[in-house]
């Protein structure tokens, strides 16, 4: 079985630009949660998303936003880019919201 | 590869010793608790897992040690090889989120 995919693996954005990042999800898996990962920071939920519904979510500024496309796949939007942005994104799958699996992330760097 | 964390709490051990990693969590009522090690360059790997109804739980090598009462829980490692070299992470519930811990960085030497 294929693990989380995520695309694209590396990105550099200017200040002010969007973003636009995708996950697929482990066939069968209807739970897709995305983190930040900063070395300040560590791993922080994003959100959350179960069969095209945002479940859950996290302290996150509204630039960062999310849907769930009916065959589980998602994507995260970052709008009005920040230097602080950059980071290493991650996506999880799960068939609950419990164990979750990780893609490899997207290094976005913002300039 | 990239850096997870630049202020990460460091373990050194020798291959071939024992590894324990501590974690304390905050929330009393988190029911369900995760391990995951991270390598340079990857997402988090599940490890181990065990609900609060447990107090131990062993996988093949690891083991997890969980103490509600002080709210701590614990990830041994037996017989550490050079491939168990990465940044440990605990992982609580809180609902349907998980929240991680800081990390730990886990060194062998050869």
């Known amino acids: 079985k294929a693990g989380v995919t995520q695309t694209p693996r590396y990105l550099i954005k200017t200040r002010g630009q969007q973003v636009t990042l995708s996950c697929s999800p482990i066939?069968?898996?209807?739970?897709v949660s995305w983190y930040q990962q900063t070395p300040g920071q560590g791993l922080q939920f994003l959100f959350e998303?179960?069969?095209?519904?945002?479940?859950n979510k996290g302290n996150f500024p509204g630039r960062f936003s999310g849907r769930q496309f009916s065959n589980s796949r998602s994507e995260m939007n970052v709008s009005t880019l920040e230097l602080g942005d950059s980071a290493l994104y991650l996506c999880?799958?799960?068939?609950?919201?419990?164990?979750?699996?990780f893609g490899p992330g997207t290094r976005l760097t913002v300039t | 590869g990239e850096s997870v964390g630049l202020h990460l709490p460091t373990l050194s051990v020798q291959e071939g010793d024992n590894s324990i990693i501590n974690c304390a969590y905050s929330?009393?009522?988190?029911?369900?608790f995760i391990w995951y090690k991270q390598e340079s360059g990857k997402g988090p790997q599940f490890i181990i897992d065990i609900r609060s109804n447990m107090d131990k739980r062993q996988g093949q090598r690891v083991t997890v040690l969980l103490n509600k009462t002080v709210k701590h829980l614990s990830l041994q490692i037996a017989a550490t090889q050079p491939g168990d070299s990465a940044v440990y992470f605990c992982a609580e519930t809180e609902g349907d989120k998980l929240i991680f811990g800081s990390g730990t960085r886990l060194l062998v030497r050869p």
């Open positions: 929330n009393s009522a988190s029911d369900y």
């Open positions: 999880a799958s799960s068939v609950a919201a419990n164990e979750q699996y």
């Open positions: 066939s069968g898996h209807r739970s």
């Open positions: 998303y179960f069969s095209e519904t945002q479940r």
